[in-house]
Structures are given as C-alpha cells and as structure tokens.
Nanobody, 125 residues
C-alpha cells in the first residue's frame, strides 16, 4: 500500500520560494502518476502539477505555470514541488497524490486514490 508524506511547507513572503517534498513508502513512486494539489479555505481542491510514470509528460495549472516545477527522484522515492515567485493567492494546504492507473485530465483530484496528509503554505508579508 502506497503511503505519501508531505513536508516543506511554511510561511514565506511574497516573491519568495519553497520546495515541497512528498516521500513515498510501501511502494515505488515511479509506478504511479503523481501530482500536487492544493486547497485554500472555502475553496475546492485544485490540481497544481502532475507527472507521469515515465516522467515525460508534465502538466501545470495555468495559475502556476512558469513559477512551479514538479520533479521526481526515483532513488529517493520522492516527488518535489519547487515553488518560486510565490503570491498570496498560493496560500493553501498542499497535498501530494498518486494514481496507479491512467488519469485524464491529470489535474482532476477525484481521479487519484492515494493522498498524503497535506502541508500548509502561507504567503504573507
């Protein structure tokens, strides 16, 4: 059974950077499509970025494209989300998720069946 644990969240000023980590255990993350999602207070959970099993196809939400980068280290069994030029509207709980089967569209949260507990990111001066 795949288990996911996020870390790296915190408080950062606008324009700053953070790197989130999603450590996988119980299985090998490269066998899964993985993604990052976020949920702000009072809003629905939304997809941020995803990466396919072979690491070739990467998708980003329009709101983060050019600022966020998803990557995967198979040796560390970990997925990362590098976030730069952070804005106040990026404030949310960020979740890592995985699916063992093909999902389309890749940023739809209800298509993923493994989830971490989330990590809080707050962008504020």
């Amino acid at each position: 059974q795949l288990q996911l644990v996020e870390s790296g969240g915190g408080l950062v000023q606008p324009g700053g950077s953070l790197r989130l980590s999603c450590a996988a255990s119980g299985s090998t993350v490269e066998y899964y499509i993985t993604g990052w999602f976020r949920q702000a207070p009072g809003k629905e959970r939304e997809g941020v970025a995803s990466i396919t099993k072979n690491g070739i196809s990467i998708k980003y939400a329009d709101s983060v494209r050019g600022r966020f980068t998803i990557s995967r280290d198979d040796a560390q069994n970990t997925v990362y989300l590098q976030m730069t030029n952070l804005k106040s509207e990026d404030t949310a709980v960020y979740y890592c998720a995985a699916s063992s089967v093909f999902v389309s569209p890749p940023l739809r949260p209800n298509l993923y069946n493994y989830w971490g507990q989330g990590t809080q990111v707050t962008v504020s001066s």
